[in-house]
């Protein structure tokens, strides 16, 4: 699912697509990208997903702004949106960041820090965070 907004999207993992496994095609694709690196990225998605909730929800994947849009940006179209996505489904959404400067933004849309931990092999810090579903 896909979302964008004044220069800005969303990438949003609908609740139990977590349990799907990944096609041939998309795990070669990521090998190409990744080429020795394949291994650590592994490691770093296992470590992350070890913090995450065990209750049903929504991953928020990736979020990009543009910078000419700095500040006008917001989290509003799906997996956020009142009338679709996690919110419609009652569900919470979950994500991380390596951004310190980024948790006051996630906090402003309703998101809290639930866990602070290292990725393995001297990776960045890594702030998980839930948003509990909005009415």
Request: aromatic share 6%; proline share 11%.
């Amino acid at each position: 699912m896909r979302a964008h907004r004044r220069g800005g999207g969303l990438l949003g993992v609908p609740e139990g697509a977590e349990k799907a496994v990944p096609d041939a095609e998309t795990i070669r694709e990521l090998q190409e990208i990744l080429g020795d690196r394949a291994g650590v990225f592994r490691d770093a998605v296992t470590a992350a997903a070890e913090h995450g909730p065990a209750e049903p929800h929504w991953y928020l994947a990736v979020i990009g702004a543009d910078p000419t849009a700095r500040g006008r940006a917001t989290l509003r179209p799906p997996p956020l949106g009142p009338r679709q996505g996690a919110d419609a489904a009652g569900l919470p959404v979950h994500l991380e960041s390596s951004k310190p400067d980024n948790l006051p933004v996630y906090e402003h849309f309703g998101f809290v820090v639930r866990d602070e931990f290292r990725l393995p092999g001297g990776g960045p810090v890594l702030w998980a965070m839930r948003r509990e579903p909005q009415a």
